[in-house]
């Protein structure tokens, strides 16, 4: 009679789903939480969110004083596939987000924030997302933006994206922050017809 141990050895490893940017190393796993920072993390959000092809749920405080153009954004995704949720208080926008995880049915939901929440909302959102894989119709990605080098805890990976344009027009540096199973890592990113990849040598 075979073990327990031996039977679950024998199961096929199945890899979590990811999206990527053009690297198998600029990985992001479904159904955890992400953090983005640095100057050009909106512009990250929007390369990440452009792989799903939306819909994708924008939520950011209504008194935010940064206002998304429809035509800059167009290069990247349809604007007619973002949701904005716009709450009055900085509680509200972290329940719409675990709200809109929890119901499973945006591929990718981002929170705007002015800074880092802490580590009991995080976790409440990583539990809403992995329940949102099993009740919806997608696995959901949830993706925090913060400013300056970021810092939320218990995060799943932590990227910063800052302008380039010093190596050539329409260059970015990515920075691989923070990852559970990595280590940190930088890369010099260009946008091509496919979206925001690593550029050749």
């Avoid at 690297?23 to 992001?28: F, H, K, Q, V």
């Avoid at 405080?61 to 290069?75: F, G, K, L, M, V």
Wanted: charged share 15%.
């Amino acid at each position: 009679m075979h073990s327990a141990a031996a039977l679950l050895s024998r199961r096929p490893l199945r890899p979590a789903p990811l999206i990527t940017l053009g690297d198998p190393e600029i990985a992001l796993r479904l159904g955890r939480v992400h953090e983005l920072c640095g100057q050009a993390r909106h512009t990250l959000a929007f390369a990440i969110a452009a792989q799903t092809g939306g819909p994708v749920v924008w939520i950011a405080q209504n008194s935010t004083s940064e206002i998304i153009c429809a035509d800059t954004i167009a290069e990247q995704i349809n604007p007619g596939h973002i949701l904005f949720v716009a709450p009055e208080k900085r509680d509200m926008l972290l329940w719409a987000m675990e709200e809109t995880l929890r119901d499973g049915h945006a591929p990718v939901v981002i929170a705007d924030l002015t800074s880092p929440p802490a580590m009991v909302p995080i976790r409440r959102l990583h539990l809403a997302a992995e329940a949102g894989c099993g009740v919806g119709i997608c696995r959901p990605l949830a993706l925090l933006l913060t400013p300056g080098q970021g810092g939320a805890p218990g995060i799943e990976t932590r990227w910063s994206l800052e302008p380039a344009h010093h190596t050539g027009r329409g260059h970015w540096a990515l920075s691989r922050l923070r990852a559970r199973m990595a280590p940190p890592r930088d890369w010099l990113m260009t946008r091509t017809y496919s979206g925001l990849v690593p550029s050749t040598p």
